[in-house]
């Protein structure tokens, strides 16, 4: 039983995607192929620049978790000592 439901249901499916039309974005997307843009892009967005720009980002959030959590345990260790 479950081979000919399993078989039904995808019968079923393949005859609702064989009505859908095709993809309106397949022009562009064989354009993009034709056409090298990356140039184009990398005049945009820096992209040998973009290992030290994600280690800058990081260092930062690094150093901010770093405050965080000593500050919160510098808090809590003054907190226990006064009460």
């Keep these: 039983y479950l081979k ?3 078989l039904v249901l995808k019968t079923v499916i ?3 995607l064989n ?4 993809s309106p974005f ?12 990356l140039p184009y892009l ?3 967005v820096p992209f040998d620049n973009a290992l030290a720009i994600t280690y800058a ?16 345990t510098v808090r809590r260790f003054i907190i226990d ?3």
């Design 57 to 72: 980002w990081a260092s930062a959030i690094l150093a901010y978790y770093m405050y965080d959590t000593v500050s919160a």
């Design 19 to 22: 009505l859908l039309p095709d």
């Design 26 to 37: 397949q022009t562009v997307l064989d354009f993009i192929g034709e056409f090298d843009f």
């Design 4 to 6: 000919t439901f399993i």
């Design 81 to 83: 000592r006064l009460g």
């Design 14 to 16: 393949m005859a609702v």
């Design 42 to 44: 990398n005049w945009f």
